[in-house]
């Protein structure tokens, strides 16, 4: 019984940073892959960073350096640090977590096919 509930969204100007937080219940973090997605209205949602049980982490080049996932398994909390926001980095930001697997070195991918549960959303507006 996975529950993914996410906060720490809002409005925040160009440069300035916010700390998504993601709380989670039902989820093993060493047998899941987590991840972080945005959407905005007419595009696709994508990933901007993943992180696996062993905590190795992955993000596109649009976020790469900005972008911070972790998680923290005593607290059942995923983050994601945002540094530096641009205005093209508004959207509604997602939390997913991916199927348990059974194999211990299992691979993360940025797909969103690949993710099984997701919390409902939390928005953040960049202003330039």
């Known amino acids: 019984q996975v529950q993914l509930v996410e906060s720490g969204g809002g409005s925040v100007q160009a440069g300035g940073s916010l700390r998504l937080t993601c709380a989670a219940s039902?989820?093993?973090?060493?047998?899941?892959?987590m991840a972080w997605f945005r959407q905005v209205p007419g595009k696709e949602r994508e990933a901007v960073a993943i992180?696996?049980?062993?905590?190795?982490?992955a993000y596109p080049n649009s976020v790469r350096g900005r972008f911070t996932i972790s998680q923290d398994n005593a607290k059942n909390t995923l983050y994601l640090q945002m540094n530096s926001l641009k205005p093209e980095d508004s959207a509604m930001y997602y939390c997913?977590?991916?199927?348990?697997?059974?194999?211990?070195?299992?691979?993360?991918?940025?797909?969103?096919?690949?993710?099984?549960?997701w919390g409902q959303g939390t928005q953040v507006t960049v202003s330039s």
């Open positions: 997913a977590a991916g199927a348990v697997n059974s194999n211990p070195r299992f691979v993360c991918y940025f797909e969103r096919g690949f993710y099984r549960y």
């Open positions: 992180i696996d049980g062993i905590s190795r982490t």
């Open positions: 039902g989820v093993t973090y060493n047998r899941h892959c």
